[in-house]
Nanobody, 120 residues
Framework: QVQLVESGGGSVQAGGSLRLSCVIS????????MGWYRQAPGKQRELVAR???????NYADSAKGRFTISRDNGKNTVYLQMNSLKPEDTAVYYC??????????????WGQGTQVTVSS
């Protein structure tokens, strides 16, 4: 099974920072990639940042220079450090893991989401 639990969301003023955490519990799967997505009201879910098993990362243009994704493999945890937050960053942030195993390849798993609200 795969279970993802996000934490660290909250309300912050523009220019502030938040650090999101996602604990990923896996049984019978290997993790190929982990990432953070977000979805604002009335908008599509979009990629914020992703980190692969080899350590490489990629970011949405809107996140570059402000957000940093990292992981602790020993704790099966992925983090998103968000600095210089803007009101347009307001969204529900979802943790994502791409896993393989038990006959599956590239299976997407999602957390329940954590709300981030940035006020101006």
């Amino acid at each position: 099974q795969v279970q993802l639990v996000e934490s660290g969301g909250g309300s912050v003023q523009a220019g502030g920072s938040l650090r999101l955490s996602c604990v990923i519990s896996v049984s019978g799967f290997s993790i190929n990639a982990m990432g953070w997505y977000r979805q604002a009201p009335g908008k599509q879910r979009e990629l914020v940042a992703r980190i692969y098993s080899g350590g490489s990362t990629n970011y949405a243009d809107s996140a570059k220079g402000r957000f940093t994704i990292s992981r602790d493999n020993g704790k099966n945890t992925v983090y998103l450090q968000m600095n210089s937050l803007k009101p347009e960053d307001t969204a529900v942030y979802y943790c994502n893991a791409v896993v393989a195993g038990n006959g599956f390849s590239g299976l997407d798993s999602w957390g329940q989401g954590t709300q981030v609200t940035v006020s101006s």
